[in-house]
T-cell receptor, first 116, second 111 residues
Framework: GAVVSQHPSWVICKSGTSVKIECRSLDFQATTMFWYRQFPKQSLMLMATSNEGSKATYEQGVEKDKFLINHASLTLSTLTVTSAHPEDSSFYIC????????????FGPGTRLTVT | QKEVEQNSGPLSVPEGAIASLNCTYSDRVSQSFFWYRQYSGKSPELIMSIYSNGDKEDGRFTAQLNKASQYVSLLIRDSQPSDSATYLCASDTGGGNKLTFGTGTQLKVEL
């Protein structure tokens, strides 16, 4: 159990366009989902915490108007990168925390975004 | 600032040996600790979680927690080449809603 999916697995887009990434918990309900970004040879950087039915909490330095997060149900959160630029090219990974009284987070397979 | 520290490595061990990965954390409020394995180009995979002092064993993996010393470790017995990856240590920041990750230790298991 505890499977998290992401779609798409990779995407190439042109500078100035927007890209939406979906994160789904397949076999459990997730009140809380997290969005991370990882640049090559660096560790995970938490971008925001997404709670079902409420506004996301963004980490310091992350532009909430650029990275739009929606968590409309207990199994789906989306991240939209608006007006993407080449510096937004990165590996975006979501994770979900199962509602089981434990703190374990399960990661999706990630989405590799390339902005040309 | 709450931090989780790991030696970046690489840590090289021969096949069949015990690999020992270490991690220290600064936030004394942390209650939950996790080890994730990340292969190159892939997302992290949860290996172990530990919540209380002492050892926790799961197959070839043993996690050790010492809250007094603010120290977490992961032992991998009978290391295999397929264990070669980056191992991330993480702790909760009190309340369990966010995890703080270390920068990871690269493990290389050599034939």
């Amino acid at each position: 159990g505890a499977v998290v999916s992401q779609h798409p697995s990779w995407v190439i887009c042109k500078s100035g366009t927007s890209v939406k990434i979906e994160c789904r918990s397949l076999d459990f309900q997730a009140t809380t989902m997290f969005w991370y970004r990882q640049f090559p040879k660096q560790s995970l950087m938490l971008m925001a915490t997404s709670n079902e039915g409420s506004k996301a909490t963004y980490e310091q330095g992350v532009e909430k108007d650029k990275f739009l997060i929606n968590h409309a149900s207990l199994t789906l959160s989306t991240l939209t990168v608006t007006s993407a630029h080449p510096e937004d090219s990165s590996f975006y990974i979501c994770s979900a925390r199962a509602n089981r009284g434990l703190d374990e987070q399960y990661f999706g397979p990630g989405t590799r975004l390339t902005v040309t | 600032q709450k931090e989780v520290e790991q030696n970046s490595g690489p840590l090289s061990v021969p096949e069949g040996a015990i690999a020992s990965l270490n991690c220290t954390y600064s936030d004394r409020v942390s209650q939950s600790f996790f080890w994730y394995r990340q292969y190159s180009g892939k997302s992290p995979e949860l290996i172990m979680s530990i919540y209380s002092n002492g050892d926790k064993e799961d197959g070839r993996f043993t996690a050790q927690l010492n809250k007094a010393s603010q120290y977490v470790s992961l032992l991998i017995r009978d290391s295999q080449p397929s264990d070669s990856a980056t191992y991330l240590c993480a702790s909760d920041t009190g309340g369990g809603n966010k995890l703080t990750f270390g920068t990871g230790t690269q493990l290389k298991v050599e034939l």
